[in-house]
């Protein structure tokens, strides 16, 4: 079973407030993403790191910042929050000395709502 | 440019029946081809996962084909049950270098009916 944690699950936050997102993964593994989800939609990739130090943008354009200053959490951050950053923000990791790096597992989830 | 496009959008099957589920892609140098189920609230997991030097994948009541010319993979989950209802999304990756990143497909929502 995938060990990878994702708090807070749910936040509710009014616009203009900073939030952070927190992943932490204790598999040892040196790839980490955030997707983006809307209810029942697709997922979109909108930032990756290949290990300490090493973020790249997604496919899909963001607001949000990220940082990898340890193999095994990468938070992500809203510097002013709006109502277009609702969504479900789902991190994920693959890779590392006994993983495969093209199987991705993903945490439970964080779903934002801006108000 | 949607490089994996799936289908169909939701599926109604009845208890016992086959739920079949299509995806087709564009981008040749793929080399992994994942499915991934979502139950509502929770991440993805992913369930099934084929490689192109291999036409068919099978692991209990999930099996992948896969037809590399037609660019076209799909799952087939047999003797469905109530319990498989969820969201299924495929997906697909190349790696080498700094890639492994996956390209999902819209999703799938598949109601099995008891």
């Known amino acids: 079973e995938a060990d990878i944690y994702q708090t807070p699950r749910y936040l509710v936050i009014g616009t203009g407030k900073k939030i952070t997102l927190e992943c932490s993964q204790t598999m040892g593994h040196d790839k980490m993403y955030w997707y983006q989800q809307d209810p029942g939609m697709e997922l979109h990739l909108i930032h990756y790191s290949y290990g300490v130090n090493s973020t790249e943008k997604g496919d899909l354009s963001s607001e949000s910042t990220v940082s990898r200053i340890r193999t095994e959490h990468f938070p992500l951050t809203l510097e002013s929050a709006r109502p277009s950053h609702t969504s479900q923000y789902l991190c994920a990791s693959s890779g590392g000395s006994l993983g495969s790096s093209y199987e991705q597992y993903f945490g439970p989830g964080t779903r934002l709502t801006v108000t | ?114």
């Open chain 2, 1 to 114: 440019q949607q490089q994996v496009k799936q289908s169909p959008q939701s599926l109604i099957v009845q208890k016992g029946g086959i739920s079949i589920i299509n995806c087709a892609y564009e981008n040749t140098a793929f080399d992994y081809f994942p499915w991934y189920q979502q139950f509502p609230g929770k991440g993805p997991a992913l369930l099934i996962a084929i490689r192109p030097d291999v036409s068919e994948k099978k692991e209990g009541r999930f099996t992948i084909s896969f037809n590399k010319s037609a660019k076209q993979f799909s799952l087939h989950i047999m003797d469905s049950q109530p319990g498989d209802s969820a969201t299924y999304f495929c997906a697909a990756s190349k790696g080498g270098g700094s890639n492994y990143k996956l390209t999902f497909g819209k999703g799938t929502l598949l109601t099995v009916n008891p």
